[in-house]
């Protein structure tokens, strides 16, 4: 099994599947940051990361570190593929691929000893969330954050978009506010500043 991330979803992922899987193999492109060590809810917690251990008392079980978007999935006779592009290297699209492949042959590998050269009968997408815009007129989109913060809206320290008067945010959509600082992106932290939100509404429009 390949499992494409490596956050607290792939990890737990990872667990729960271990007893009944040959292999896995973890593929993201930064190293694990461990929760214990950072400080971060949002880290790799103690209880998810078993698979470290798979990893570190030489299982099968791998972790590799490349830029997910320089790769492609590929199905050939059933079995997927896990084909790496060099960082100067084009992703070839769905047109010119066509090209490149024979049907029925695994793709040539960039190394011998490549570490993913085996194909796997699984692929599991655990690479996070992406906030979607598509509800929203273009007079109401809100302003998106920067950078490690782009799939947040900018709001203000009352939650309020900082674009659009009167539209509020709850839940993990206020985490650019204690964005690596706090637990505002998750439930035992979000579970308050929704309540901090609601007191704020009463009072200002209830007085």
């Known amino acids: 099994v390949l499992i494409l991330g490596r956050g607290n ?3 737990e992922t990872a667990d729960h599947i271990v007893h009944a899987t040959n292999l896995i193999h973890m593929f ?3 190293r694990v ?3 214990w060590e ?3 809810v949002g ?3 103690a209880i998810n990361n078993g698979l470290l251990d798979t990893y570190q008392l030489k299982s099968l079980d791998g972790l590799l570190e490349a830029d997910v978007e320089k790769c492609r999935i590929l199905n050939i006779s059933g079995k997927l593929y896990l084909d790496v592009y060099e960082d100067d290297e084009e992703v070839p699209d769905e047109e010119d691929i066509k090209g490149l492949y024979q049907p029925g042959v695994p793709p040539k590998l960039p190394i011998d000893n490549f570490a993913a050269r085996e194909p796997y009968d699984y692929v599991i997408r ?3 969330w992406v906030f979607d815009q598509s509800i929203f007129d273009e007079s109401t989109a809100p302003e998106m954050g920067r950078n490690r913060k782009k799939k947040y809206p900018v709001i203000k320290h009352n939650y309020e978009s900082r674009n659009v008067p ?4 709850a839940g993990t959509n206020t985490h650019s506010l204690d964005f690596r600082k706090s637990a505002g992106g998750f ?3 979000f579970r308050y500043t929704a309540r901090a939100l609601f007191h704020l509404l009463e009072w200002r429009n209830h007085g």
Request: hydrophobic share 40%; net charge positive.
């Open 38 to 40: 950072t400080h971060y």
């Open 9 to 11: 979803s792939a990890f």
């Open 28 to 30: 993201s492109r930064s």
């Open 187 to 189: 439930i035992h932290g």
């Open 126 to 128: 655990a690479l996070g």
């Open 43 to 45: 880290d790799l917690r």
């Open 33 to 35: 940051r461990l929760s």
């Open 166 to 169: 009167g539209m509020f945010f």
